[in-house]
């Protein structure tokens, strides 16, 4: 099988290894209470999307992309956008009852979104091979919320210090933040259209 590799799916490999390093990260955080762990893990996600951009450049570079390509980069994305920052979010101090169920959909809107994108891209792309726009915004925008998480590990924000303290009702913690993870979710399964850069 790995001689049926392309050069791009090294690339993409690269990107699941990175997104497995951030978990790995918030797990030690979460062992040690070593803050440098969510600094880590946040720089992993980033390095991600790094290797996700250049693998798609480098597929169209060389004209060489293929379903299991296509595949492959999905599954990675989950990984890397959609795991990693809810057990990023975790780490930081969402881990109330509700603030589960908010991530764990974070992680279910993000898998639907990627499922759709494989199922419809040949549509999209029109028979020209390249998409012209995303109907719901692409999982890596989930950036965005790591670059928030890191933000907040660096003026010491965490756990009972989360911006916009906590609710508790029904006898279970909603930190009002996690609401950001549902927002992002919900605009992945939108049928809203992005163009595509």
């Not at 499922?115 to 999982?139: C, D, Q």
């Not at 003026?155 to 303290?165: C, M, N, P, T, V």
Request: charged residues 15%; neutral net charge.
């Amino acid at each position: 099988m790995i001689r049926e590799f392309h050069l791009a799916d090294w690339f993409t490999l690269a990107n699941a290894v990175c997104g497995t390093g951030a978990l790995f990260s918030m797990m030690t955080y979460l062992q040690t209470g070593d803050v440098m762990h969510v600094y880590f893990a946040c720089g992993l996600v980033f390095a991600a999307l790094v290797f996700d951009v250049l693998d798609g450049r480098i597929a169209r570079w060389r004209q060489k992309t293929s379903a299991m390509g296509r595949e492959l980069d999905s599954l990675a994305d989950i990984i890397s956008f959609g795991v990693a920052p809810a057990l990023i979010g975790y780490g930081c101090g969402m881990q109330g009852l509700y603030d589960r169920i908010v991530l764990t959909y974070f992680v279910a809107c993000g898998v639907s979104r990627l499922a759709r994108y494989n199922v419809t891209a040949e549509a999209l792309s029109e028979g020209e091979g390249k998409v012209k726009y995303f109907e719901g915004t692409p999982i890596p925008t989930s950036l965005l919320l790591v670059m928030l998480m890191f933000v907040a590990a660096s003026q010491d924000a965490l756990h009972e210090s989360l911006w916009f303290g906590q609710v508790a009702f029904g006898g279970f913690t909603l930190h009002p933040i996690v609401l950001l993870f549902a927002l992002s979710g919900s605009l992945m399964v939108s049928r809203i259209r992005f163009p595509k850069l």
